[in-house]
């Protein structure tokens, strides 16, 4: 069975470290199909919504969600918590009529400069997906310490370490999309 990951990056940098996380959690995953969400969309606002409606941007990000067999998310941590581009996201999901990740399996992850590796941020972002229903994997925690030495030129991870942990994690996903897949 074919599957299809999105990756969500609280990071708006094209060769941030989230991004480059997700990509290689992607490429140890197999994915059939891997795309990343944009999330440079505006900040929430009632009276735009009000107005205008959801923005174009935040109703691909609903659809790119729903198509996916699985998410992959991945934060950096700002003061301890998660980036307020991925925060302005989720509040912008949450306003959408169509709930697109109750039940989606969905992986978290972060990458950080200091050396828990943004796993604080996990810790919030967990609190923010109780509204949305995911089916959170549970495998061990995934924090990239030192992110900006993580990896070599071509994106891939330096360290076995991080190879085995993101592994593991992937590998509890694809469960996870089976089992989701065979209950639906």
Same mark, same amino acid.
Request: no cysteine; hydrophobic share 35%; net charge negative.
């Given at each position: 069975m074919p599957h299809k990951l999105l990756g969500i990056s609280g990071a708006l940098r094209k060769d941030s470290t989230n991004s480059k996380l997700l990509r290689e959690a992607a490429r140890l995953y197999g994915a059939d199909s891997y795309a990343e969400a944009n999330l440079n969309i505006p900040l929430y606002d009632g009276?735009?919504?009000?107005?205008? @409606?959801?923005?174009?941007?935040? %109703?691909?990000?609903? *659809? *790119?969600? $729903?198509? $996916?067999? $699985?998410?992959?998310?991945?934060?950096?941590?700002? %003061? @301890? $918590?998660?980036?307020g581009v991925l925060k302005n996201a989720l509040d912008w999901i949450s306003r959408h009529s169509e709930k697109p990740m109750v039940g989606k399996p969905t992986a978290l992850m972060s990458a950080a400069a200091g050396r828990t590796g943004g796993v604080r941020a996990q810790t919030m972002l967990r609190t923010c997906l109780v509204a949305f229903r995911p089916r959170i994997t549970l495998a061990p925690e995934v924090g990239i310490a030192d992110s900006g030495n993580a990896?070599?030129?071509? @994106? *891939?991870?330096?360290?076995?370490r991080y190879v085995a942990s993101v592994s593991t994690l992937m590998d509890a996903l694809k469960t996870d999309v089976e089992q989701s897949s065979t209950n639906t």
């Open positions: 009276d735009l919504e009000s107005s205008s @409606g959801l923005p174009d941007e935040v %109703n691909r990000l609903v *659809q *790119q969600i $729903a198509e $996916a067999d $699985a998410v992959l998310i991945s934060t950096p941590e700002y %003061n @301890g $918590a998660i980036t990896f070599d030129d071509t @994106g *891939q991870f330096v360290s076995e």
